[in-house]
Structure formats: structure tokens, C-alpha cells
């Protein structure tokens, strides 16, 4: 959607306090990026593994039953261990992603898929040394990537910034607790968990969730 978008107007990224691996997949096609010193970005890299939860289903009384066509159909599936056969495929399937992100990035930041390699797998860099590497084009905040997008725009004068709220998503912890205890368990990172369960594959996502206070 971005290169989409690119072709009629342009595109300014800002990113806040983290912007790695998917986000980052999605930012190195801006125009221009921007990021504040302690931005946390980068992360190139895909992750990917699966709970097996048979065991927890045989103790809850639960069958289920899984109807497949295909000896790897069910590669992926919650229910089942991964044959070795299958974790050799996953590990491939991972490293085709890996170099499909690699591909992009350098593609959306004008550099060799070599060096973009050589600050890939995984690694994540503060916006400072972002900057450094090329992941990112400037330190800045929103303000100054809007007057970035103004300059490119080629707007003159005064302009009107309309702001929209975050989406809250479908899924919250008040939906799962109710109001009362939502506010003592918080989100507790809910939405990661939530992707992880409900995705069967290969995720541009960080193992770890980073909290800067």
C-alpha cells in the first residue's frame, strides 16, 4: 500500500519508541525516515514455532480431529509435533522469508542485499545508530517529519493536520476479564500473544517486547 501510495504523493515515516522487524518491513519504503535517538528499530528477521497443545487438550477431555490431504499439511498445526521432515522444511521456509525481507529492505532503502545483511538477523539498533547504517535517513520526531512531508508536498503557508486515534483492535483485556480486572491485568502484551496463537507460519516479529519507561 505504501508504494501504492508513493506514486501520488509522497511518503514520510516517523517512527516512536520501537519500529523493528514488521514495523521496520514496513517503514524502509518512506520517502524519508525518521527516528528519535532512542528509537528501537531494525530487527531484520523472521521468527517462527509453534505450541503443541495435545497434551493439554487429552487432559481437558477435548478431541480434535484434523483432516488433511498431503503428509506436511499439518506443519503448522497446534495439535500435532513437527516430524523432522517438517522442521527441515520450516527452517527452509524461514530462511526464504529471511531473504524476501533482506530483498525489500533493499529495495526500499537503495542498498545492496549484502549489507543489508550484515546489519540483519535480528539485530536491533537505536535510532541513532540507525541513521549510521542507513535504516534510517534522519533524527527527528513528528514535527519535523511533518514539515518534511510539507516540503515534499510542495505546500505552502499554514496547513491543517487532522490527527486520528489508534485503532484499538478486536481483541482487549477487558473482553477476556471484564472492566474491573482488565485494569489490574493491564494488556499484558495480549495482542503478540494473540498473533502468535492465531497465526499458523512465519512471523516478521521480535522474540522479545522491549518497554522503555
Known amino acids: 500500500e505504501l508504494k501504492k501510495t508513493q506514486r501520488g504523493k509522497p511518503v514520510i515515516v516517523s517512527m516512536g519508541d520501537?519500529?523493528?522487524s514488521g514495523g521496520y518491513h514496513i517503514s524502509c519504503w518512506g520517502d524519508k525516515v525518521f527516528a528519535d535517538n532512542t528509537s528501537i528499530t531494525g530487527s531484520i528477521g523472521v521468527i517462527s514455532g509453534k505450541p503443541?497443545?495435545?497434551g493439554l487438550y487429552d487432559k481437558l477431555g477435548l478431541n480434535k480431529e484434523i483432516i488433511t490431504r498431503?503428509?506436511?499439511a499439518?506443519?503448522?498445526?497446534?495439535?500435532?509435533?513437527?516430524?523432522?521432515?517438517?522442521?527441515?522444511?520450516?527452517?527452509?521456509q524461514v530462511w526464504q522469508y529471511y531473504r524476501a525481507f533482506l530483498e525489500t529492505v533493499a529495495m526500499g532503502r537503495g542498498m545492496e542485499v549484502e549489507k543489508v545483511d550484515s546489519i540483519g538477523r535480528g539485530?536491533?539498533?537505536?535510532g541513532s545508530k540507525a541513521v549510521e547504517n542507513g535504516l534510517v535517513d534522519e533524527i527527528g520526531g513528528l514535527m519535523e517529519s511533518l514539515d518534511?512531508?510539507?516540503e515534499a508536498a510542495g505546500i505552502k503557508g499554514d496547513y491543517d493536520l487532522v490527527i486520528l486515534p489508534d485503532y484499538p483492535g478486536w481483541f482487549s483485556p477487558q473482553d477476556i476479564f471484564g472492566p474491573s480486572l482488565a485494569k489490574v491485568f493491564g494488556r499484558l502484551q495480549i495482542e503478540d500473544l494473540q498473533e502468535i496463537m492465531l497465526t499458523e507460519g512465519i512471523l516478521y516479529l521480535m522474540p522479545y517486547h522491549l518497554e522503555i519507561k
Open 18 to 20: 520501537v519500529a523493528a
Open 52 to 54: 503443541v497443545v495435545k
Open 74 to 92: 499439518d506443519m503448522f498445526s497446534l495439535y500435532t509435533k513437527p516430524t523432522e521432515e517438517q522442521r527441515d522444511k520450516a527452517t527452509e
Open 123 to 126: 539485530r536491533v539498533w537505536a
Open 70 to 72: 498431503g503428509k506436511n
Open 148 to 150: 518534511a512531508a510539507k
